[in-house]
C-alpha cells in the first residue's frame, strides 16, 4: 500500500478506531502556553483529573509578555494569566520555561531549538501556528482550549483523517526571495480556506534546498491557507540540525542512531496519491508583499494594488472593504506604499537567520527618519546567539530597537501596538483587521524585505536595492 | 455540555467571506482566565464605536436583530487564530447556530464553508455549524433583508433548517455523522476518551514517544 507521509505518521500513532469513521490518535507531545491553556487546567481540577503525560508537556509564556523590561509586568489582567500558567504548571508538574529562564521563548521556537520537536511524532498546541513543527516530519495540529484539555487527561486526540494536498515548489529561488515568498505566493494562488481540511506536504527542489529555519517559515503559515497542518519530509538538513547543537531534549548516541534509522523512513512513498496537487515554479518568484486584510491579499513587490474586481478568490466586497481598512488605491505601485513602523520577529521569522538576513541589510545604513523598528528575537536562545555575533550592534547603530523575547507585535497582546492608522511592515502571518492594534494596518513580507522598508521608508525591491 | 435538538430564533446577517477570530474576538479579550464572559466582546471592534457606544450600523445591534440566535455568514467562517474564546463569544452572546456557505475552488474542489479550528471548538461547545450552497445563503441573506427579524427553526435530527419567512422556505444540510451524534447527546469528550483508557494504555506500552516509532 502506498502512504503519503501523512498517513505514515497518522498510522503509528492509532490508539483505536471510533464509530462514525473517527480515530484516537496518540499526541507526543503537548506544548502549552499562558493564553489558550488557564480554562483547560480549571477544566482539570473540577473534574478532578490530572495531567496524564506531565513528562510529554512543556510550557512556555511568550503572548503577554513584555519584551522592552521583562522584569515587570505592568497590565495586571496580563500579570494574572501568567501567574495563572506558573500555578498550573506547579501543581500538575509541567515543565516551565518561564521568564527569566535560558529557555524562554514562543513556543513554536522553542520546541525546534530544544529538540522537542522530532520526525514522526505528533504534536499539538493551543495555537494555530503549531503547524510549524512540520518542518520537522513532525505531525503538528493547533488546537482549541476543549481540545489542549482532552490531551493534558488522556494524551489523545479524537481526529478524523484529513484530506492530503501535494504542494510542488519546483526550481530555484532567486538572491533575496525567501520561503516567506514561497509560502505567501502559495496563499495567494489557493486562497486563505484553500487548504480547509487538508494536510499539506511541501515537497521540490527548491523545498529541498532550503535550511530547517526557512522551512519553519513555510510550516508555519499552512494556517494561513487553512490547512490542519504542514509537513515537509525529513533528510539530511533536519538531522544534522537535531543532531548538532545543544538540544537537551532530543535523542543522542545510540538513541539517536535508532532514532535515524526511523526517521530515514518518513516520506511519502513514490507513488502515493495526494487528494491534490499543485506545482509552483520558484525560478522567477518575486519577493512578496500583502496589500490587504487577509494573507492571499498578496502580490509581487513590482506590482501594483489590484484593482477590486481582479482579486482571485475574493470578492469585489471583500476587496473594497480591505483597501478602504489599509487606506489604498488600485493602481498604486506597492514600492510607494510608505510605512511607520517595521516589525522583524515572530513564530514565522524570529530565528537567527531571519535577524541575520536583517542585519545584512542595516549593516552601514539607517532606518529612515521617524521609523518604529522593533527587532524581536522569537526566544531567549536567539537572543544570545544574535547577540554572541554582534547582530545587536548592527540593529542599534541602524536606529532599530533590540527586544527581549515574545511574540510581541505579531498580535499585540503586550504593550507593543500599532494605533489606528499606522501603517507596518511585518515579518508575522497575519494581516488581518486590527490584528497588531485596533485601526492598525499590516503589510506581510520577509525579514531582509522589511529591514529594506525600514531603511527607505517605502517598500523596495530587496533584488535590485543598492 | 447541553445536548443540541431543535432550536428556534432570529437570523442575523453579516455579509463578510473571511471573517477570522480576531475579528470574533479581538486579542486584548484574551487574557481572561475564566471561561465565562466573552459574549460582550464579539464583534468587538464591528459592534462599538470608539466612544464605547454600540455601533448603529452593524446588524447585530438594530432592534430587529437584537434577539438573534442564530448568525449567517460567508465563505471561510473563523479562519485565523485557533483561540477557542471566538466561539465562548459566539456561545455566550446567545448564538446557538452559524451558518456558511461552501464554495467551489477554481479547479472543482470543494472549499468548506468554516476554518477548522474553529468549526473543532464549535462543537464542543454545542454550537451547531451549519454548511449551505453559496445560493442558498444568498436566498438566506434576500430573505433577512427583506424580512428583518425573520425566524427560522433549526433541526437536527432531520437536519433542516425552515425558514419562516413568507413564503415558508426550508433548506436540507449535511452534517457528519459523529458530529451529529456527539451535538445530540451533549457528551462528555473526555469522559468519552476515558472509556478506551485499556486502549490507551496498551497503546503506551509499545509505543516509544522518543521515536515515535513501535
Known sequence: ?466 | MNPFTTHKGIVVAVDRANIDTDAIIPKQFLKLIGRTGFGQFLFNDWRYLDNGQPNPEFDLNKPAFKDATILVARNNFGCGSSREHAVWAVAQYGLRVVIAPWRKDADGSRIPGFADIFRNNCVKNGVLTIELSEAEVDQLFGFIKAQPGVQMTVDLPKQTLVLHGKPEQVFKFEIDAGVKDYLLRGLDDIALTLEKEAAITAFEKKHDVQLAAR
Open chain 1, 1 to 466: 500500500m502506498k502512504q503519503t507521509l501523512y498517513e505514515k505518521i497518522w498510522n503509528r500513532h492509532v490508539v483505536t478506531e471510533l464509530a462514525d469513521g473517527w480515530t484516537l490518535l496518540f499526541i507526543d507531545r503537548q506544548l502549552v502556553h499562558e493564553v489558550t491553556s488557564p480554562q483547560a487546567f480549571d477544566g482539570l481540577r473540577l473534574a478532578r483529573r490530572k495531567v496524564r503525560h506531565p513528562e510529554l508537556t512543556f510550557a512556555t509564556l511568550d503572548h503577554n509578555v513584555p519584551t522592552d523590561d521583562q522584569s515587570v509586568i505592568r497590565d495586571p489582567v496580563a500579570k494574572a494569566q501568567i501567574e495563572a500558567l506558573r500555578n498550573n504548571c506547579k501543581e500538575f508538574g509541567v515543565r516551565l520555561f518561564d521568564i527569566g529562564s535560558k529557555e524562554l521563548g514562543v513556543v513554536h521556537i522553542v520546541g525546534p531549538e530544544l529538540g522537542i520537536t522530532l520526525p514522526g511524532t505528533t504534536i499539538v498546541c493551543g495555537d494555530s501556528h503549531t503547524a510549524t513543527h512540520g518542518a520537522f516530519g513532525a505531525l503538528a495540529h493547533g488546537i482549541g482550549t476543549s481540545e489542549v484539555e482532552h490531551v493534558l487527561a488522556t494524551q489523545t486526540l479524537r481526529q478524523k483523517k484529513s484530506k492530503t494536498f501535494r504542494v510542488e515548489y519546483a526550481g530555484r529561488l532567486q538572491p533575496h526571495v525567501t520561503s516567506k515568498d514561497m509560502v505567501l505566493k502559495l496563499i495567494g494562488e489557493i486562497g486563505t480556506a484553500g487548504g480547509t481540511g487538508c494536510v499539506l506536504e511541501y515537497t521540490g527542489a527548491a523545498v529541498r534546498a532550503l535550511s530547517m529555519e526557512a522551512r519553519m517559515t513555510i510550516c508555519n503559515m499552512s494556517i494561513e491557507a487553512g490547512a490542519r497542518a504542514g509537513l515537509i519530509a525529513p533528510d539530511e538538513t533536519t538531522f544534522n540540525y537535531i543532531a548538532t547543537g545543544d538540544r537537551p531534549f532530543a535523542p543522542c548516541g545510540a538513541a539517536l542512531e535508532k532514532a535515524l534509522a526511523y526517521w530515514k523512513t518518513l516520506a511519502s512513498d513514490p507513488d502515493a496519491t495526494f487528494d491534490r496537487t499543485l506545482t509552483i515554479d520558484c525560478d522567477k518568484l518575486a519577493p512578496q508583499v500583502t496589500w490587504g486584510t487577509s494573507p492571499g491579499m498578496v502580490t509581487d513587490v513590482t506590482g501594483v494594488v489590484p484593482e477590486f474586481d481582479q482579486v482571485r478568490g475574493y470578492s469585489r466586497a471583500d476587496v473594497e472593504a480591505a483597501l478602504a481598512y489599509m487606506g489604498l488605491k488600485p493602481g498604486m505601485k506597492i514600492t510607494d506604499i510608505k510605512l511607520d513602523t517595521v516589525f522583524i520577529g515572530s513564530c514565522t521569522n524570529g530565528r537567527i537567520e531571519d535577524l541575520r538576513a536583517a542585519a545584512a541589510v542595516f549593516k552601514g545604513r539607517k532606518v529612515a527618519a521617524g521609523m518604529r523598528t522593533l527587532i524581536v528575537p522569537g526566544s531567549a536562545r536567539v537572543k544570545a546567539e544574535a547577540e554572541a555575533e554582534g547582530l545587536d550592534k548592527i540593529f542599534k547603530a541602524a536606529g532599530a530597537d533590540w527586544r527581549y523575547a515574545g511574540c510581541s507585535m505579531c498580535l499585540a497582546m503586550n504593550p507593543d501596538q500599532l494605533k489606528p492608522g499606522e501603517r507596518c511592515a511585518a515579518t508575522s502571518n497575519r494581516n488581518f483587521e486590527g490584528r497588531q492594534g485596533k485601526g492598525g494596518r499590516t503589510h506581510l513580507v520577509g525579514p531582509a524585505m522589511a529591514a529594506a522598508a525600514a531603511v527607505a521608508g517605502h517598500f523596495v525591491d530587496i533584488r535590485t536595492w543598492k
